[in-house]
C-alpha cells in the first residue's frame, strides 16, 4: 500500500516545486553565488547545494511524492554541514 505524505514527512516540512527552485537558484547566482549538483533528479533538479560568500548554504533535496510528481525540501545553514563539504570548490 503506498504511503500517505504525512506517513513520508511527520515533519510537515514544506515541499517546493520546479519553479520555486529555479527561482532560488537564480537569486543565489545574482548575489555572486554558485550551486553543485550532488545527484541528478528525475523529475525536479535532484540534490543540489546553493552557497556563497555571506549566503547560507542551502541544501535542495528532490523527494518521490507518487510515479508522477516529485516535491523538493530546503534546508539552510549558516555554516556548511561538514558531510558537504566535500562538494564545495
Keep these: 500500500m503506498a504511503k500517505t505524505l504525512k506517513e513520508l514527512f511527520p515533519r510537515k516540512q ?3 516545486g520546479c519553479n520555486a527552485i ?4 537564480h537569486k543565489y547566482i545574482e548575489n555572486d553565488g554558485d550551486y553543485r549538483t ?6 525536479g533538479w535532484g540534490k543540489l547545494i546553493l552557497f556563497g ?12 511524492v ?13 555554516k556548511c554541514p561538514k558531510s558537504y563539504l566535500k562538494y564545495l570548490p
Design 22 to 25: 529555479r527561482d532560488l537558484v
Design 66 to 78: 507518487n510515479t508522477q510528481t516529485s516535491g523538493h525540501t530546503v534546508r539552510m545553514y549558516e
Design 14 to 16: 514544506k515541499l517546493y
Design 38 to 43: 550532488i545527484e541528478e533528479g528525475s523529475l
Design 53 to 64: 560568500d555571506g549566503l547560507k548554504t542551502t541544501i535542495v533535496t528532490e523527494v518521490y
